[in-house]
Protein backbone atom coordinates (compact mmCIF):
# COMPACT_ATOMS: atom_id res chain seq x y z
CA UNK A 1 0.00 0.00 0.00
CA UNK A 2 1.60 3.47 -0.96
CA UNK A 3 2.75 5.26 2.09
CA UNK A 4 4.80 8.34 3.10
CA UNK A 5 2.27 11.05 1.08
CA UNK A 6 2.14 14.60 2.43
CA UNK A 7 -0.68 15.11 4.60
CA UNK A 8 -1.92 18.75 5.62
CA UNK A 9 -4.29 17.62 8.27
CA UNK A 10 -7.03 19.56 6.57
CA UNK A 11 -10.35 17.22 5.63
CA UNK A 12 -12.61 18.71 2.30
CA UNK A 13 -15.92 20.21 3.95
CA UNK A 14 -19.10 18.88 2.68
CA UNK A 15 -20.91 22.17 0.89
CA UNK A 16 -23.44 24.18 2.14
CA UNK A 17 -26.09 24.42 -0.48
CA UNK A 18 -28.46 26.75 1.56
CA UNK A 19 -27.66 30.79 1.05
CA UNK A 20 -30.01 31.10 3.96
CA UNK A 21 -28.09 32.26 7.52
CA UNK A 22 -28.37 29.76 10.15
CA UNK A 23 -28.73 26.95 7.91
CA UNK A 24 -27.06 23.88 6.70
CA UNK A 25 -28.19 22.12 3.62
CA UNK A 26 -26.45 19.41 1.93
CA UNK A 27 -26.76 15.92 0.40
CA UNK A 28 -24.36 12.68 1.45
CA UNK A 29 -24.98 9.82 -0.98
CA UNK A 30 -23.24 6.54 0.36
CA UNK A 31 -22.15 4.46 -2.53
CA UNK A 32 -19.48 1.82 -3.78
CA UNK A 33 -16.23 3.27 -5.26
CA UNK A 34 -12.95 1.38 -6.46
CA UNK A 35 -9.46 2.67 -5.51
CA UNK A 36 -6.17 1.44 -7.00
CA UNK A 37 -3.86 1.27 -4.01
CA UNK A 38 -1.11 -0.34 -4.81
CA UNK A 39 0.49 -3.24 -7.38
CA UNK A 40 -2.28 -2.15 -10.04
CA UNK A 41 -4.94 -3.68 -8.03
CA UNK A 42 -8.43 -1.84 -7.34
CA UNK A 43 -10.03 -2.00 -3.97
CA UNK A 44 -14.31 -1.84 -3.97
CA UNK A 45 -14.87 0.68 -0.74
CA UNK A 46 -18.16 2.33 -0.16
CA UNK A 47 -17.94 6.11 0.57
CA UNK A 48 -19.67 9.25 1.46
CA UNK A 49 -20.08 11.46 -1.66
CA UNK A 50 -17.05 9.66 -2.91
CA UNK A 51 -14.26 10.22 -0.03
CA UNK A 52 -12.77 8.61 2.17
CA UNK A 53 -12.94 9.60 5.09
CA UNK A 54 -16.34 11.17 4.02
CA UNK A 55 -16.84 15.00 3.35
CA UNK A 56 -16.27 17.04 7.09
CA UNK A 57 -19.31 18.87 8.24
CA UNK A 58 -18.72 22.22 9.97
CA UNK A 59 -21.31 24.31 11.56
CA UNK A 60 -22.10 26.15 14.82
CA UNK A 61 -24.04 26.29 17.58
CA UNK A 62 -27.92 27.46 16.71
CA UNK A 63 -27.66 26.52 12.98
CA UNK A 64 -30.73 24.35 11.57
CA UNK A 65 -28.95 21.33 9.80
CA UNK A 66 -30.91 19.60 7.00
CA UNK A 67 -29.46 16.79 5.20
CA UNK A 68 -30.38 14.32 2.48
CA UNK A 69 -29.54 10.85 2.33
CA UNK A 70 -29.44 8.83 -0.03
CA UNK A 71 -28.31 5.07 -0.08
CA UNK A 72 -26.83 3.47 -3.07
CA UNK A 73 -25.48 0.68 -1.03
CA UNK A 74 -27.00 -3.01 -1.46
CA UNK A 75 -27.59 -3.05 1.94
CA UNK A 76 -29.80 -0.74 4.26
CA UNK A 77 -27.83 1.98 6.00
CA UNK A 78 -28.97 4.42 8.35
CA UNK A 79 -26.63 8.02 9.01
CA UNK A 80 -26.35 8.16 13.16
CA UNK A 81 -24.85 11.42 14.14
CA UNK A 82 -22.52 10.36 16.81
CA UNK A 83 -23.05 12.20 19.79
CA UNK A 84 -25.79 15.10 19.08
CA UNK A 85 -28.65 16.20 20.79
CA UNK A 86 -30.78 15.61 17.96
CA UNK A 87 -34.59 13.80 17.68
CA UNK A 88 -35.25 10.58 17.49
CA UNK A 89 -36.51 10.71 14.01
CA UNK A 90 -32.81 11.89 12.73
CA UNK A 91 -31.01 9.79 14.91
CA UNK A 92 -30.05 6.97 12.07
CA UNK A 93 -31.26 4.56 14.55
CA UNK A 94 -31.44 0.29 13.49
CA UNK A 95 -34.90 0.89 13.55
CA UNK A 96 -35.12 3.74 10.99
CA UNK A 97 -33.48 1.91 8.21
CA UNK A 98 -33.50 3.69 4.99
CA UNK A 99 -33.38 0.72 1.86
CA UNK A 100 -31.09 0.86 -1.24
CA UNK A 101 -31.94 3.12 -3.51
CA UNK A 102 -34.07 5.13 -0.92
CA UNK A 103 -33.56 8.59 0.68
CA UNK A 104 -34.36 10.37 3.97
CA UNK A 105 -33.98 13.59 5.04
CA UNK A 106 -32.00 14.21 8.44
CA UNK A 107 -33.43 17.86 10.06
CA UNK A 108 -32.20 19.02 13.39
CA UNK A 109 -31.46 22.03 15.16
CA UNK A 110 -27.61 22.00 17.20
CA UNK A 111 -28.40 23.70 20.84
CA UNK A 112 -26.51 26.22 22.05
CA UNK A 113 -23.68 24.54 24.13
CA UNK A 114 -23.34 21.52 21.75
CA UNK A 115 -19.64 23.04 20.29
CA UNK A 116 -17.34 19.41 20.07
CA UNK A 117 -16.06 16.94 18.35
CA UNK A 118 -18.11 14.53 16.69
CA UNK A 119 -18.98 11.97 13.73
CA UNK A 120 -21.32 10.50 11.41
CA UNK A 121 -21.69 6.24 10.64
CA UNK A 122 -23.94 4.03 9.87
CA UNK A 123 -25.80 2.38 12.25
CA UNK A 124 -28.32 -0.67 11.03
CA UNK A 125 -27.92 -3.56 13.31
CA UNK A 126 -26.21 -6.50 11.87
CA UNK A 127 -24.18 -4.56 9.02
CA UNK A 128 -22.75 -1.75 11.28
CA UNK A 129 -19.81 -3.35 11.42
CA UNK A 130 -19.27 -4.38 7.31
CA UNK A 131 -20.35 -1.03 6.39
CA UNK A 132 -17.88 1.01 8.78
CA UNK A 133 -15.03 -0.80 7.84
CA UNK A 134 -15.33 -0.85 4.23
CA UNK A 135 -15.21 3.36 4.50
CA UNK A 136 -18.77 4.87 5.78
CA UNK A 137 -17.54 7.63 8.22
CA UNK A 138 -17.23 10.95 8.33
CA UNK A 139 -16.33 13.88 10.79
CA UNK A 140 -18.99 16.72 12.14
CA UNK A 141 -17.50 19.69 13.88
CA UNK A 142 -19.58 22.06 15.88
CA UNK A 143 -18.03 25.39 16.32
CA UNK A 144 -18.90 28.41 19.18
CA UNK A 145 -18.92 31.37 17.86
CA UNK A 146 -17.24 32.79 21.35
CA UNK A 147 -14.49 29.60 21.19
CA UNK A 148 -11.05 30.53 23.59
CA UNK A 149 -9.28 28.73 21.10
CA UNK A 150 -10.73 30.28 17.90
CA UNK A 151 -7.27 32.06 17.01
CA UNK A 152 -4.79 28.45 17.02
CA UNK A 153 -5.07 26.94 14.01
CA UNK A 154 -6.04 23.39 13.91
CA UNK A 155 -5.99 19.93 11.84
CA UNK A 156 -8.14 17.60 12.21
CA UNK A 157 -7.25 13.36 12.19
CA UNK A 158 -9.24 11.17 11.39
CA UNK A 159 -7.50 7.28 12.36
CA UNK A 160 -8.81 4.40 11.13
CA UNK A 161 -7.79 0.67 9.89
CA UNK A 162 -8.04 -1.19 7.09
CA UNK A 163 -7.79 -5.05 5.72
CA UNK A 164 -6.59 -6.23 2.04
CA UNK A 165 -6.83 -9.45 0.32
CA UNK A 166 -3.49 -10.42 -1.49
CA UNK A 167 -6.19 -9.36 -4.40
CA UNK A 168 -6.79 -6.12 -3.26
CA UNK A 169 -10.01 -6.60 -1.78
CA UNK A 170 -11.34 -6.38 1.85
CA UNK A 171 -11.83 -9.69 3.69
CA UNK A 172 -15.18 -10.65 5.53
CA UNK A 173 -14.77 -10.85 9.33
CA UNK A 174 -13.26 -14.26 10.81
CA UNK A 175 -14.95 -15.68 13.57
CA UNK A 176 -11.83 -13.78 15.13
CA UNK A 177 -13.14 -10.79 14.59
CA UNK A 178 -16.26 -11.25 16.13
CA UNK A 179 -15.21 -12.32 18.96
CA UNK A 180 -12.83 -9.21 19.48
CA UNK A 181 -13.85 -6.67 17.08
CA UNK A 182 -12.01 -6.47 13.91
CA UNK A 183 -8.45 -4.61 13.52
CA UNK A 184 -7.04 -4.03 9.74
CA UNK A 185 -3.07 -4.02 9.48
CA UNK A 186 -3.00 -0.75 7.74
CA UNK A 187 -3.65 2.05 10.17
CA UNK A 188 -4.83 4.83 8.27
CA UNK A 189 -4.45 9.05 8.98
CA UNK A 190 -7.35 10.99 6.70
CA UNK A 191 -6.86 7.59 4.43
CA UNK A 192 -2.86 7.60 4.25
CA UNK A 193 -0.72 5.13 5.05
CA UNK A 194 2.35 6.48 7.07
CA UNK A 195 1.42 10.10 5.94
CA UNK A 196 4.08 12.58 6.30
CA UNK A 197 2.48 15.50 8.83
CA UNK A 198 4.02 19.04 9.22
CA UNK A 199 2.62 20.00 13.04
CA UNK A 200 3.49 23.22 14.94
CA UNK A 201 3.19 23.37 18.49
CA UNK A 202 0.50 25.98 18.77
CA UNK A 203 -1.85 24.35 16.71
CA UNK A 204 -5.09 22.66 17.95
CA UNK A 205 -5.66 19.11 17.12
CA UNK A 206 -9.03 17.14 16.60
CA UNK A 207 -8.15 13.28 17.04
CA UNK A 208 -10.95 10.53 15.42
CA UNK A 209 -10.48 6.93 16.70
CA UNK A 210 -13.36 5.84 13.44
CA UNK A 211 -11.82 2.10 13.75
CA UNK A 212 -14.01 -0.98 14.95
CA UNK A 213 -12.21 -2.02 17.90
CA UNK A 214 -8.39 -0.77 17.58
CA UNK A 215 -7.69 1.27 20.95
CA UNK A 216 -4.24 3.42 20.39
CA UNK A 217 -1.85 4.61 22.78
CA UNK A 218 -0.48 7.54 20.91
CA UNK A 219 3.11 9.13 21.59
CA UNK A 220 5.34 11.35 19.51
CA UNK A 221 9.07 11.19 21.21
CA UNK A 222 9.62 14.37 22.82
CA UNK A 223 6.35 15.69 22.95
CA UNK A 224 3.55 16.26 25.50
CA UNK A 225 -0.15 16.28 24.97
CA UNK A 226 -2.18 18.85 26.43
CA UNK A 227 -5.93 17.54 26.17
CA UNK A 228 -8.28 20.83 25.90
CA UNK A 229 -11.41 19.19 24.60
CA UNK A 230 -13.51 16.12 24.91
CA UNK A 231 -16.36 14.48 22.78
CA UNK A 232 -18.72 16.76 23.59
CA UNK A 233 -16.22 20.07 23.91
CA UNK A 234 -13.79 21.89 25.43
CA UNK A 235 -12.77 21.11 28.80
CA UNK A 236 -13.16 22.68 31.96
CA UNK A 237 -9.77 23.53 32.13
CA UNK A 238 -6.78 21.98 30.13
CA UNK A 239 -5.00 18.78 31.66
CA UNK A 240 -1.79 18.45 32.24
CA UNK A 241 0.84 17.51 29.60
CA UNK A 242 1.05 13.55 29.19
CA UNK A 243 3.94 11.74 27.21
CA UNK A 244 1.28 9.40 26.25
CA UNK A 245 -2.74 9.06 25.02
CA UNK A 246 -5.23 6.92 25.00
CA UNK A 247 -7.80 6.86 22.52
CA UNK A 248 -9.84 3.71 22.60
CA UNK A 249 -12.82 3.03 19.59
CA UNK A 250 -15.47 5.57 18.86
CA UNK A 251 -13.64 8.32 21.28
CA UNK A 252 -12.22 11.73 20.14
CA UNK A 253 -10.15 14.65 21.78
CA UNK A 254 -8.87 17.88 21.16
CA UNK A 255 -4.86 18.23 21.97
CA UNK A 256 -2.63 21.01 21.58
CA UNK A 257 1.24 19.21 21.46
CA UNK A 258 4.51 20.81 23.69
CA UNK A 259 7.91 20.09 23.75
CA UNK A 260 11.56 21.43 22.49
CA UNK A 261 11.28 18.55 20.04
CA UNK A 262 12.51 19.92 16.76
CA UNK A 263 12.65 18.05 13.36
CA UNK A 264 11.27 14.85 12.12
CA UNK A 265 9.76 12.05 14.80
CA UNK A 266 7.69 9.61 14.16
CA UNK A 267 3.82 8.75 15.73
CA UNK A 268 3.58 6.05 17.48
CA UNK A 269 1.25 4.09 19.05
CA UNK A 270 2.03 1.33 21.93
CA UNK A 271 0.96 -2.16 22.26
CA UNK A 272 -2.14 -1.88 24.28
CA UNK A 273 -3.03 -5.12 25.88
CA UNK A 274 -7.52 -5.46 25.87
CA UNK A 275 -7.92 -9.04 27.10
CA UNK A 276 -8.59 -10.55 23.32
CA UNK A 277 -10.04 -14.33 23.50
CA UNK A 278 -8.06 -16.91 21.70
CA UNK A 279 -5.45 -15.00 20.84
CA UNK A 280 -1.69 -15.05 21.76
CA UNK A 281 -0.28 -11.34 20.66
CA UNK A 282 2.88 -10.29 20.67
CA UNK A 283 3.36 -7.12 21.86
CA UNK A 284 3.84 -4.12 18.77
CA UNK A 285 4.14 -0.57 18.47
CA UNK A 286 2.75 0.70 15.14
CA UNK A 287 4.29 3.70 13.27
CA UNK A 288 1.28 6.03 12.31
CA UNK A 289 2.77 8.99 10.62
CA UNK A 290 6.30 11.11 10.41
CA UNK A 291 5.94 14.23 12.24
CA UNK A 292 7.78 17.52 11.05
CA UNK A 293 7.62 19.69 14.32
CA UNK A 294 8.52 22.60 14.53
CA UNK A 295 8.10 24.69 17.97
CA UNK A 296 6.19 27.79 18.22
CA UNK A 297 5.22 29.24 21.96
CA UNK A 298 1.44 28.74 22.53
CA UNK A 299 -0.57 30.36 25.38
CA UNK A 300 -3.40 28.73 26.91
CA UNK A 301 -6.39 30.48 29.01
CA UNK A 302 -6.26 29.06 32.24
CA UNK A 303 -10.19 28.28 32.27
CA UNK A 304 -11.98 26.95 28.84
CA UNK A 305 -15.59 26.52 29.76
CA UNK A 306 -18.24 26.90 32.69
CA UNK A 307 -19.89 23.81 33.83
CA UNK A 308 -23.11 23.73 35.94
CA UNK A 309 -23.36 21.58 38.70
CA UNK A 310 -25.57 18.77 38.75
CA UNK A 311 -28.74 18.68 40.21
CA UNK A 312 -28.84 15.40 42.24
CA UNK A 313 -30.13 12.75 40.54
CA UNK A 314 -33.46 11.46 40.21
CA UNK A 315 -32.79 7.76 38.55
CA UNK A 316 -29.68 5.46 39.37
CA UNK A 317 -29.05 2.36 37.00
CA UNK A 318 -27.23 -0.43 37.05
CA UNK A 319 -26.10 -1.35 33.58
CA UNK A 320 -24.14 -4.44 33.29
CA UNK A 321 -21.26 -5.57 30.38
CA UNK A 322 -20.89 -9.43 30.24
CA UNK A 323 -19.94 -12.14 27.87
CA UNK A 324 -21.51 -15.72 27.89
CA UNK A 325 -18.68 -17.95 26.42
CA UNK A 326 -20.26 -19.69 22.93
CA UNK A 327 -19.48 -23.23 22.08
CA UNK A 328 -16.31 -23.49 20.79
CA UNK A 329 -16.11 -27.11 20.09
CA UNK A 330 -13.29 -27.88 17.13
CA UNK A 331 -12.48 -24.00 18.06
CA UNK A 332 -8.39 -24.21 18.40
CA UNK A 333 -6.00 -21.80 20.37
CA UNK A 334 -5.07 -19.37 17.57
CA UNK A 335 -1.39 -18.34 18.32
CA UNK A 336 0.18 -15.62 16.21
CA UNK A 337 1.48 -12.39 16.25
CA UNK A 338 -1.27 -10.85 14.93
CA UNK A 339 -5.26 -11.75 15.55
CA UNK A 340 -5.84 -11.88 11.60
CA UNK A 341 -3.51 -14.69 10.57
CA UNK A 342 -4.80 -17.66 8.78
CA UNK A 343 -8.55 -17.33 10.30
CA UNK A 344 -10.92 -18.68 7.36
CA UNK A 345 -13.96 -15.78 6.95
CA UNK A 346 -17.41 -17.19 7.93
CA UNK A 347 -19.90 -17.53 5.29
CA UNK A 348 -22.82 -16.02 7.35
CA UNK A 349 -21.85 -12.59 8.42
CA UNK A 350 -22.97 -13.44 11.98
CA UNK A 351 -22.13 -16.85 13.09
CA UNK A 352 -24.99 -18.78 14.96
CA UNK A 353 -22.66 -20.08 17.39
CA UNK A 354 -22.16 -16.50 18.61
CA UNK A 355 -25.29 -14.66 18.92
CA UNK A 356 -25.83 -13.59 22.83
CA UNK A 357 -22.59 -14.14 23.37
CA UNK A 358 -22.17 -10.12 24.62
CA UNK A 359 -24.68 -9.13 26.74
CA UNK A 360 -26.15 -5.89 28.60
CA UNK A 361 -27.77 -6.80 32.02
CA UNK A 362 -28.14 -10.31 30.95
CA UNK A 363 -29.99 -9.69 27.95
CA UNK A 364 -29.18 -9.64 24.30
CA UNK A 365 -30.76 -7.00 21.60
CA UNK A 366 -34.14 -6.88 20.52
CA UNK A 367 -35.62 -4.43 18.72
CA UNK A 368 -38.80 -4.76 20.24
CA UNK A 369 -38.00 -4.83 24.08
CA UNK A 370 -37.77 -1.37 26.15
CA UNK A 371 -35.44 -1.72 29.09
CA UNK A 372 -36.70 0.87 31.19
CA UNK A 373 -38.30 4.55 30.63
CA UNK A 374 -36.34 7.90 31.48
CA UNK A 375 -37.64 11.02 31.91
CA UNK A 376 -37.19 14.25 29.64
CA UNK A 377 -34.42 16.71 31.03
CA UNK A 378 -34.41 14.49 33.97
CA UNK A 379 -30.58 14.14 35.36
CA UNK A 380 -29.69 10.21 35.66
CA UNK A 381 -26.54 8.59 36.99
CA UNK A 382 -25.66 5.33 35.41
CA UNK A 383 -23.38 2.97 37.26
CA UNK A 384 -21.67 1.06 34.33
CA UNK A 385 -19.93 -2.30 35.32
CA UNK A 386 -17.76 -4.23 33.22
CA UNK A 387 -18.36 -7.97 34.46
CA UNK A 388 -16.23 -9.54 31.29
CA UNK A 389 -12.61 -9.94 31.18
CA UNK A 390 -12.00 -7.78 28.50
CA UNK A 391 -12.50 -4.11 27.18
CA UNK A 392 -15.66 -2.29 26.37
CA UNK A 393 -15.98 1.18 25.13
CA UNK A 394 -19.62 2.12 26.78
CA UNK A 395 -21.54 4.99 24.18
CA UNK A 396 -25.18 6.46 25.12
CA UNK A 397 -26.86 8.23 22.00
CA UNK A 398 -28.39 11.23 22.12
CA UNK A 399 -26.61 13.46 24.55
CA UNK A 400 -23.27 13.97 26.48
CA UNK A 401 -22.43 12.86 29.76
CA UNK A 402 -19.98 13.52 32.83
CA UNK A 403 -17.70 10.77 34.12
CA UNK A 404 -18.00 10.95 37.77
CA UNK A 405 -15.49 8.26 38.82
CA UNK A 406 -13.63 5.03 37.93
CA UNK A 407 -13.29 2.45 40.14
CA UNK A 408 -10.71 -0.34 39.28
CA UNK A 409 -8.97 -2.82 41.29
CA UNK A 410 -10.64 -1.51 44.61
CA UNK A 411 -9.17 2.11 43.85
CA UNK A 412 -11.56 4.90 43.03
CA UNK A 413 -10.30 8.12 40.95
CA UNK A 414 -11.72 10.85 39.33
CA UNK A 415 -10.76 12.55 36.10
CA UNK A 416 -8.63 15.38 35.62
CA UNK A 417 -10.79 18.43 35.81
CA UNK A 418 -14.57 18.55 34.10
CA UNK A 419 -15.39 16.71 30.39
CA UNK A 420 -18.43 16.01 28.18
CA UNK A 421 -18.39 12.21 26.70
CA UNK A 422 -20.23 10.41 25.01
CA UNK A 423 -17.52 7.43 24.79
CA UNK A 424 -16.36 5.84 27.78
CA UNK A 425 -14.01 2.77 27.98
CA UNK A 426 -14.38 -0.18 30.67
CA UNK A 427 -11.04 -1.80 31.46
CA UNK A 428 -11.80 -5.66 32.95
CA UNK A 429 -13.92 -5.46 36.20
CA UNK A 430 -13.99 -1.58 36.09
CA UNK A 431 -16.90 0.31 37.33
CA UNK A 432 -17.88 3.82 35.72
CA UNK A 433 -21.03 6.14 37.04
CA UNK A 434 -21.73 9.22 34.84
CA UNK A 435 -24.22 11.68 34.81
CA UNK A 436 -26.64 13.10 32.13
CA UNK A 437 -30.25 14.33 31.03
CA UNK A 438 -31.75 13.58 27.66
CA UNK A 439 -33.14 16.55 25.51
CA UNK A 440 -35.68 14.66 23.04
CA UNK A 441 -38.48 12.12 24.12
CA UNK A 442 -37.74 9.01 21.57
CA UNK A 443 -35.58 5.48 21.58
CA UNK A 444 -32.57 6.14 22.19
CA UNK A 445 -29.39 3.62 22.19
CA UNK A 446 -26.56 2.18 24.68
CA UNK A 447 -23.76 0.20 23.51
CA UNK A 448 -20.49 -1.62 23.30
CA UNK A 449 -18.66 0.60 20.40
CA UNK A 450 -17.00 -2.47 19.69
CA UNK A 451 -18.71 -2.25 16.02
CA UNK A 452 -18.46 -6.70 16.11
CA UNK A 453 -20.05 -6.29 19.53
CA UNK A 454 -22.45 -3.65 19.04
CA UNK A 455 -23.55 -6.42 15.89
CA UNK A 456 -23.95 -9.36 18.08
CA UNK A 457 -26.05 -7.57 20.59
CA UNK A 458 -23.99 -5.96 23.33
CA UNK A 459 -27.02 -3.01 22.98
CA UNK A 460 -29.65 -1.89 24.84
CA UNK A 461 -32.92 0.71 24.14
CA UNK A 462 -34.60 2.89 26.12
CA UNK A 463 -37.24 5.13 26.02
CA UNK A 464 -37.22 8.91 27.13
CA UNK A 465 -40.81 10.46 27.99
Known amino acids: MPSGLSLNGILP ?37 GQLPGPQIEVFEGDAVEIEFINHLPQPSTVHWHGLDVPNEADGNPMDMVEPQGKKVYRFTLPQGSAGTYWYHPHP ?60 EFVLINGQYQPQIQVKTNERIRLWNATSARYFRLNIPGVKWIVVGTEGGLLEKPRSPVDELL ?10 MVGE ?4 VNLQSGYYDRRKMMVQEQPKDLTLATIQVKSEPVQLPESLRSFPNWDEPKQV ?7 KMMNHTNMPMMNHGTHHATTTPTDNPIPPMMNGMFLINGQTFDMNRIDFVAKLNEVEQWEIFNESHMDHPFHLHGTQFEVIQHTLNGKTFKPEGRALKDVVNLRPYEKVIIRFKQGHTGLKMYHCHILEHENLGMMGMFKVE
Do not use: C
Open 125 to 184: HDHVSEQVYKGLAGTFVVKAKNDPLAHLPEQHWVISDLRLNADGTIPANTMLDWMNGREG
Open 261 to 264: TQGT
Open 247 to 256: LTPAERVEVI
Open 13 to 49: KLANQSTQAGLFKATLKAEPIKIRLADNKETEFWAYN
Open 317 to 323: RQIRFSE
